[in-house]
């Protein structure tokens, strides 16, 4: 993989940013990596002004998409996970989701690679939001993919190992 020139990263992440990055940093930074060739399937982001607009886009998992006019008339962050679009982010702090959210990270042990599960502390609600990170890369859920949830359970299809890093990011 090529290096990005002084020039890149200044574009990318400007002075007057003072070190830190802003969230379009991060997406030009993901489609420079995708141009690159770095990933082998891109993570689209896309703009749209309403919710209908956003459910009209050919969406696949991990797409993400800004709704300019959410469901209180506000700017919306959506994830296309498991066939649908999933709250990810409301500018209104007014709004959104009445659940609690968890971040948890697991270094896998040889006990976990053996019954290829783990424990969660809350029961995820099923109907929000759950993203699951193994080594950094999100897995995709059901039966047929690389995990499935029953109950605080999360029971991999053969995908993790000892040393591991598992890290879960869900709603209660």
Known sequence: MERLTPEEIYTIFPNEYGGNAQISDLRLLLSKLVKGGVFES???????????????????????????????????????????WKIMVIVNTGGGSSYQKLTEQFLVSQLDEDYQELTLQQSPVLSEHIFVFLNGILLKEGSSEEFTITGNTIYFNNVILNGDEVTVKYSY
């Open 42 to 84: 891109a993570t689209e982001f896309n703009r749209v002004n309403t919710l209908s607009d956003m459910q009209n886009l050919e969406a696949t998992q991990g797409d993400i998409c800004l709704v300019e006019h959410g469901t209180l008339n506000e700017p919306e962050t959506y994830i296309y996970d498991n066939d649908q």
